[in-house]
């Protein structure tokens, strides 16, 4: 992923000092391929560089987060990035 993260970055011409969600120590240790950044972190330095995170799931996985999400919408329970992740079947 970091080589991706350097990949998009240098495409579009941006600085690491010009991302400034992340920071240039943060952007130069998870292009390296530092294994303990935080994943927070990273998903918001992927949403700053425009790349989206698709995530290939097994089709019973995908049955059972419809129901989850039925029953979160039903109850009023919401995560905290509701409606922003996909998953391709």
């Given at each position: 992923m970091g080589l991706l993260i350097r990949a998009?970055?240098?495409?579009?011409?941006?600085?690491?000092?010009d991302l400034p969600?992340?920071?240039?120590?943060?952007?130069?240790?998870?292009?390296?391929?530092?294994?303990t950044a935080q994943i927070g972190r990273v998903l918001?330095?992927?949403?700053?560089?425009?790349?989206?995170?698709?995530a290939d799931v097994p089709d019973n996985v995908e049955a059972v987060l419809d129901r989850i999400r039925q029953e979160d919408?039903?109850?009023?329970?919401?995560?905290a990035?509701?409606?922003?992740?996909?998953s391709k079947a």
């Open positions: 998009a970055r240098k495409a579009g011409k941006v600085r690491m000092d969600m992340a920071g240039p120590v943060f952007v130069r240790h998870v292009e390296r391929g530092k294994e918001r330095l992927l949403d700053e560089l425009g790349i989206r995170l698709v919408a039903a109850s009023g329970t919401s995560p990035r509701k409606g922003k992740s996909k």
